[in-house]
């Protein structure tokens, strides 16, 4: 009698999931980049790492008399923390594992300022967050946690500003003689103090602060984003040989002339230093006073919730 026999299940094969995992660094406030994704190299991030999506969020909210519930009024993103469990080893001798035990705590001071966490996708995406060590490498000799050549801990990082920043980028504006808009970069558009109706796509999953800088000759700037309805002014005469910067970043927020002359009385009173909405800005950049050498550059991070 034929014995019926079932198809077999199709078992899908992964890629070795090492080839998928992204790669951790961290840069202290000297430049010093300490891998701790390389094996070769005596540096594993284990399994359990905690905090490198959303942040959690705090509400400002109000209550009115005889109505249910409450009024949302602000929502605020809350710094957070990220715990990485670690292991580093040396096979050379306990006295070259002591020197990168020690080397890891010198970078891991709080004190030198704040340093840089990094994730490198295996496409090359990369996401950085600035932290603060504040726990992990206090010391603990159990069995399960250290040898004579090897420890494995969890390191602890405060992350003041809850986000991950992308790569920056560059859009520069220019004046010229002639010729039509073009929707290019550098962008150029004919000889005229509107400077365009810009098209900015940010990436990221929130506002991002830019950082503008006119070179002269210029009498006045003004910036608007039709997307929030928000417009940025500022009228001062600048000649050929002057550079404006005016800086919208949270937490810096400064306009100059020529890195020196603080220029945050120029601004009209109606001024707001907007971010670009996450996905399509539309931009009015209009100087006036424009000529040939005038250029505006617009260079911004992309805000993430998560790595």
């Not at 994730?119 to 996401?127: K, L, S």
Request: aromatic share 8%; charged share 20%; with cysteine.
């Amino acid at each position: 009698m034929p014995i019926l026999v079932g198809e077999q299940p199709v078992i899908p094969l992964f890629p070795p999931h090492i080839a998928e995992a992204p790669q951790m660094t961290w840069t202290d406030a000297l430049g010093r980049v300490t891998h701790f994704t390389d094996w070769e190299n005596g540096w594993v991030l284990q399994p359990g790492t905690k905090g490198l999506d959303m942040p959690s969020y705090a509400f400002t909210t109000d209550e009115s008399p005889g109505i249910d519930g409450t009024f949302v009024r602000q929502v605020r993103g809350q710094a957070k923390d990220i715990t990485l469990p670690i292991a580093f080893w040396c096979d050379d001798s306990r006295a070259a594992y002591l020197t990168r035990r020690r080397g890891l705590i010198r970078s891991l001071n709080p004190k030198l300022g704040p340093g840089t966490l990094t994730v490198t996708h295996p496409d090359g995406e990369t996401r950085h967050i600035s932290c603060y060590y504040t726990a992990g490498m206090e010391g603990d000799e159990s069995l399960d946690a250290s040898g004579m050549r090897w420890t494995m801990t969890t390191l602890t990082f405060n992350c003041p500003s809850p986000l991950w920043y992308g790569e920056p980028a560059n859009l520069q504006f220019e004046t010229a003689q002639t010729g039509p808009f073009l929707p290019l970069l550098p962008l150029r558009v004919r000889d005229s103090q509107v400077l365009g109706g810009v098209q900015v796509d940010n990436p990221g999953d929130d506002l991002a602060y830019p950082v503008w800088t006119l070179k002269g000759p210029a009498t006045s700037i003004t910036l608007t984003n039709s997307t929030s309805g928000l417009t940025l002014e500022l009228a001062h005469t600048m000649t050929s040989s002057d550079t404006l910067v005016i800086d919208t970043r949270e937490r810096e927020q400064t306009v100059t002339l020529n890195g020196t002359d603080n220029l945050w009385p120029a601004l009209s009173d109606t001024s707001d230093l907007w971010g670009l909405e996450a996905d399509l800005n539309i931009l009015v950049l209009t100087v006036l006073g424009a000529d040939t050498p005038t250029e505006l550059q617009l260079t911004y991070s992309p805000r993430f919730l998560a790595a």
